[in-house]
């Protein structure tokens, strides 16, 4: 199995809301990734988490907050975002950090500010 | 900088080759070769990876050039499924750094 899920799947917030965007894998994968995918563009790295700490962060707005509650979840808590946070997020995780790994993407959540 | 070049879109006849090309000049002797492939704003999905050597598996064949400075991918029966952007990508320990994709038109 080389799932990983995405929930939601679409997801509408106004610039005052707080929401969270969850991801999940039962690979026993022991890094996950948070990318940000403009329309048209590749994907953007954004967090990198390797056995549930914070590896990487790519100069993220503090607005995009990222927790890790265990190997297997991923989220990423919003809050006070901006019209051009619009955006497809992706949650991707493989064996290990850093590491040669393949990662896996799950399907992502489509994300519209208002 | 850009650490992969792709031509910005292909067409290809459907049962024939497509043969997507991409160029990485700078590319280190420990740094991987990736590709995936992206549908309908869809998470990407991998396709194949190498370093050296040509790799082959069911979906696609990598070929890698001997100096490394460039690599191609092969569908070797495109279908109309397989129209998607496709992202050829260098690993570098740390981090996948991305092209800007091709997107290809598999044409009936």
């Known amino acids: 199995d080389t799932e990983v899920t995405q929930t939601p799947k679409h997801l509408v917030m106004g610039m005052t809301n707080k929401k969270s965007l969850k991801c999940e894998q039962h690979m026993g994968h022991r890094a996950m990734y948070w990318y940000k995918q403009k329309a048209k563009k590749p994907p953007e790295l954004m967090f990198v988490?390797?056995?549930?700490?914070?590896?990487i962060n790519e100069s993220v707005p503090s607005r995009f907050s990222p927790e890790c509650p265990n190997s297997s979840l991923l989220n990423l808590h919003l809050h006070a975002l901006q019209p051009e946070d619009s955006a497809l997020y992706l949650c991707a995780s493989s064996q290990g950090f850093p590491s040669t790994d393949t990662q896996y993407f799950g399907p992502g959540t489509r994300l519209t500010v208002l | 900088d850009a650490k992969t070049t792709q031509p910005p879109s292909m067409d290809c006849a459907e049962g024939r080759a497509a043969n997507l090309p991409c160029n990485h000049s700078t590319i280190s002797g420990n740094e991987y070769v990736y590709w995936y492939r992206q549908i309908h704003s869809q998470g990407p999905q991998y396709i194949i990876h190498?370093?050296?050597n040509n790799e082959t598996n069911e979906m696609a064949s990598l070929i890698i050039t001997e100096d490394r400075k460039s690599s191609t991918l092969i569908l070797p029966h495109a279908t109309l499924r397989d129209t998607a952007v496709y992202y050829c990508i260098v690993q570098s320990g740390n981090q996948f750094y991305f092209g800007t994709g091709t997107s290809l038109t598999v044409i009936p």
């Open positions: 988490y390797s056995y549930e700490k914070l590896s």
């Open positions: 190498g370093l050296k």
